[in-house]
C-alpha cells in the first residue's frame, strides 16, 4: 500500500500537485505581505504541503475549534474559497478524462472541504485513529 501512495504522490506532483501547490504557496505570500491576514497566509500554506502529496494523508476536524474559526472560515470562503474549489473541480475534470487519473481526480476532490473551511482543520496521517471531517 505505502508503494502505491508513493507512485501516485509522484504522478499527482508532475500531473497537478505542484501547480496547484504554487498557487497555494502565491496566496499565502500574498496573505503574509499584508500583515492582517497572516493567519490566511498561514492556512495556504498548510494547504499547499497538502496539495503536494496528498496520498496516504486525510484531513479531519481540529477538537475544540469554535466560533474564532467558524468566522474565519465564512471570510475565507468569500475572498478565496470558491476560487479554490472551482480549480480543484477543474483539475478533477481534467484528470478524470482518462482511467490512470481517476484516482488522481478522486485526490483533488478531497482537498475541497479544506480549500472551503482551512480553519479548525488539520491534515493528518491515513489510519490514524481520529474525528472524522464534519460540516
Known sequence: MALLRLILNIIWFFVAGFWLAF????????????IVTIPFGVASFRMASYAIWPFGRDLVRRSGSGGGATFMNVIWLIVAGWWLTIGHIATALALAVTIIGIPLAWAS?????????????EIVRSGQPREPWRF
Not at 497555494?24 to 505570500?29: F, P
Not at 476532490?109 to 482543520?121: D, R, S
Open 23 to 34: 498557487g497555494y504557496v502565491i496566496a499565502g505570500i500574498i496573505c503574509c505581505i499584508l
Open 109 to 121: 476532490l478531497k482537498m475541497i472541504p479544506v480549500a472551503l473551511a482551512p480553519f479548525g482543520n
